[in-house]
């Protein structure tokens, strides 16, 4: 009897020459680093060098992050990963009264400069690759790190690394937007414009399925949902005057790894293989580097239990197989113990060794994309493609990824997968080690890191010393010129850039926005 795959599709329990009946190896598979990239974007992937290895962290104040991250380069951590707190991902300072309770306790609290000078203090912005997990306000964290570069004596075009920058997957399955989708849609163009000019090797966006997954979406449903996404972003550049050869190279996107491998490797298969096509039919990108769809992949954070947490380690390690089989450029691997609390230092170590025991242990590097040919891989990355091009026809026929957000489209159906994922959960008919099967009587005791709740009153002193000493009149004077370019079309990254070099606060900068702007209310809040 077939199984079905976590989109819903059928795994047969034998596969043969039969399944790929009528199937042609040119068109469905070309060389690797070729036309349609369906066996990974370079020719050689890691049989030249491993991805990179990135771990996602970042708690409390700045000074904490800076000490993690210097503990995971020493440790061998080829990228950083920043994560962010909820108010600094809304746009708010640390003192403002709706980030009461939630400051440093998802990620860490950057208010202005300094904290920026604070958190990369000691870290060569040269030498290493930084991605920051930061949407809304995503422009902001890009200038801050730039001007905190600049003051370390390195230049705007020596700095290498990736903003999430992906609103769109905000409206859709995450919720820390701020501004509505045109004037959010603007910003992202003007980033785009100012890297190019400014910053030209970093990565612009990264779009986004990694959270649409964490939500409940199937595979097929999250590089549908992403590519679409993905899709309204190079039409928004094109219209706004660009060439598409001009910023697609620094596009990106960032992915889930979950624990059924199979389908998972097909998936970032058949991802490639769409996106090359619609670049190339649909915006007749010429540089053959529009067409790479480039990912960085994290291991599902969704799947962890928080009972019997050292399971996770084996979760954490077939995940990250899946994503390296899959062909990722760069990877996270969760901690095991994130299902509880902010990952320790031991944890956070584990979780880079798993991927180092990867590269360095297995064959798995030895050769380029080592499914080709499977008759299973083969089957189901087609199958996953043509899932995912039916739910990307049905946007388009919704008028393209923002009227499909605002008729509620990608959040229903996303809902829908998760709804079945509890049921399936809850009956027994998925099982979940330690959690519906092969469970304990008792759970051994765990001691998980904690913030401290005093951070909240530090970073209000950092904010009350940063207005007592900083030049006023400047600030009020870059915060108008800000105001005044969002009115207009002028870019509003050059005032926005000196706003913060005055030491206006993050809240302050979205704030001006804000009033220009407004903020996004949806639909289904009434």
């Not at 309770?101 to 990620?107: F, L």
């Not at 490639?272 to 994290?298: C, Y």
């Not at 008729?407 to 994922?421: L, P, V």
Request: with cysteine; charged share 25%; glycine share 8%.
């Amino acid at each position: 009897m077939a199984r079905e795959s976590e989109s819903g599709l059928p795994i047969e329990p034998v596969y043969g020459p039969d399944a790929l009946e009528g199937w042609d190896p040119a068109d469905k598979l070309g060389a690797p680093g070729k036309y349609p990239f369906t066996r990974g974007v370079y020719p050689s992937m890691y049989t030249g060098r491993p991805w990179t290895m990135r771990q996602y962290a970042g708690f409390g104040t700045a000074v904490e992050s800076n000490a993690r991250y210097k503990q995971l380069i020493a440790n061998g951590t080829m990228g950083l990963s920043v994560a962010f707190d909820l108010p600094t991902q809304m746009g708010h300072d640390s003192d403002a009264p709706i980030a009461h309770g939630e400051v440093g306790k998802v990620g860490v609290a950057i208010d202005s400069i300094d904290d920026m000078r604070v958190l990369f203090g000691g870290i060569p912005l040269d030498k290493v690759s930084t991605s920051m997990t930061i949407n809304a306000p995503a422009s902001l964290l890009l200038l801050l790190y730039q001007l905190v570069a600049e003051e370390q004596g390195v230049s705007a075009d020596q700095l290498t690394g990736t903003i999430q920058n992906d609103v769109l997957k905000e409206y859709i399955a995450r919720g820390t937007y701020i501004f509505p989708p045109k004037p959010s849609l603007r910003l992202i163009a003007d980033i785009f414009k100012y890297c190019k000019a400014e910053i030209p090797k970093w990565n612009t966006i990264s779009i986004s399925g990694y959270h649409m997954a964490e939500a409940g979406a199937s595979p097929a449903q999250e590089i549908a949902f992403t590519l679409a996404d993905g899709i309204e972003y190079v039409r928004t550049a094109v219209a706004a005057g660009m060439d598409v050869d001009d910023f697609a190279p620094r596009l990106s996107f960032f992915f889930v790894a979950r624990t059924t491998i199979l389908e998972e490797v097909a998936k970032f298969r058949a991802a490639r293989r769409i996106w090359a096509r619609v670049m190339k039919d649909e915006f007749g990108a010429k540089n053959p580097k529009s067409l790479m769809l480039r990912f960085h992949t994290q291991t599902a954070g969704v799947q962890l239990t928080a009972q019997q947490p050292e399971v996770n380690l084996v979760r954490v390690a077939v995940q990250g197989l899946a994503a390296v089989l899959g062909g990722t450029q760069s990877l996270h691997t969760n901690s095991f113990d994130e299902a509880i609390a902010l990952p320790t230092d031991k944890s956070a170590r584990l979780a880079l060794r798993t991927q180092q025991v990867l590269a360095y242990e297995t064959d798995v590097t030895a050769t380029v994309d080592p499914f080709a040919g499977s008759y299973v891989i083969e089957k189901m990355t087609d199958d996953v493609e043509a899932a995912a091009v039916e739910l990307m026809r049905k946007v388009e026929d919704l008028g393209g990824a923002v009227s499909a957000i605002e008729h509620g489209f990608q959040k229903n159906e996303i809902e829908r997968s998760a709804y079945r994922i509890a049921q399936e959960t809850d009956s027994g008919e998925r099982v979940v080690v330690g959690v519906n099967r092969f469970q304990l009587d008792e759970e051994e005791p765990y001691e998980p890191l904690r913030v401290d709740p005093a951070i909240e009153a530090q970073q209000a002193q950092r904010l009350a010393k940063l207005r007592a000493e900083r030049d006023q009149a400047a600030v009020d004077s870059a915060l108008a010129d800000l105001k005044k370019a969002a009115e207009g079309t002028d870019n509003v990254l050059y005032p926005m850039r000196e706003a913060l070099k005055a030491r206006a606060t993050v809240g302050e900068v979205c704030n001006a926005l804000r009033e220009v702007w407004g903020t996004y209310v949806p639909s289904d809040a009434f």
